[in-house]
């Protein structure tokens, strides 16, 4: 089974409006870490947001929120007031154990593209 | 604070040439990883290191890739030879490792290079 899916290959977003982008994972480790990368067109990985398994409440930062419904084990983002430069590949990935160290698995992927 | 470097940035081969990208990660980051990804597609771990020594390479097709990360520092990557396949960008990776601490921005966060893109031809 797959550990992190994202069904959502591509998804537009007027500029200015809020969009959810889907991720849905499978562990049974109960300590795990839910991460959201963005990957511009220039290619490097840049961290957005981080959510712990035993966090109670949802990350937020600044635009970027985390939507952690654990027993769905669901973590969407969501991007509030879209801007031009938020099209580009977004990837949810999770660490597994307590160790920073393990390594992370990514999903499939979704790109963003903001019409003007 | 300088970030995870590689090189080359680009790179074109003629498959069955050989091939080898380098990494340096940030400093005092114990754990470095290689990330295959392909195009439209999220990375793909290939090997772990923590410290000199490489503790998760089982996706590492051993065959033609070779990785070694002397003295825990610097890591290098090579392919040889190269298949036509191998046309990828190759990422690596860093992080502080360790066990986390559970303070506020303790994530495990992977620090990235801007990766190699490879083409083979």
């Known amino acids: 089974a797959q550990k992190i899916t994202q069904t959502q290959p591509g998804m537009f977003v007027q500029e200015k409006e809020a969009v959810t982008l889907d991720c849905t994972y499978d562990t049974s480790d109960p300590s795990y870490g839910l991460f959201w990368y963005k990957q511009p067109s220039s290619g490097e990985m840049i961290f957005l947001i981080y959510?712990?398994?035993?966090?109670?409440q949802n990350a937020t930062e600044g635009r970027y929120s985390l939507n952690f419904q654990k027993a769905r084990k669901s973590a969407n983002l969501v991007i509030s007031a879209s801007q031009l430069g938020d099209s580009a590949m977004y990837f949810c990935a999770m660490r597994e154990g307590s160790n920073a160290g393990n390594m992370l698995t990514f999903g499939g992927g979704t790109r963003l593209m903001v019409k003007p | 604070e300088a970030g995870v470097v590689q090189s080359p940035r680009y790179k074109i081969i003629e498959k069955k040439q050989p091939v080898a990208f380098w990494c340096n990660p940030i400093?005092?980051?114990?754990?470095l990883y290689w990330y295959l990804q392909n195009l439209g597609q999220g990375p793909e771990l290939l090997i772990r290191y923590e410290n000199e020594e490489a503790v998760d390479d089982s996706q590492l097709p051993k065959d033609r890739f070779s990785a070694e990360r002397l003295k825990g520092v610097d890591s290098t990557l090579k392919i040889q030879p190269a298949e036509l396949g191998d046309s990828a960008v190759y990422l690596c990776a860093s992080s502080p490792g360790g066990p986390l601490a559970g303070v506020p921005g303790d994530t495990g966060e992977l620090f990235f290079g801007e990766g190699s893109r490879l083409t083979v031809l």
């Open positions: 400093s005092g980051h114990n754990t």
């Open positions: 959510q712990g398994s035993y966090d109670q």
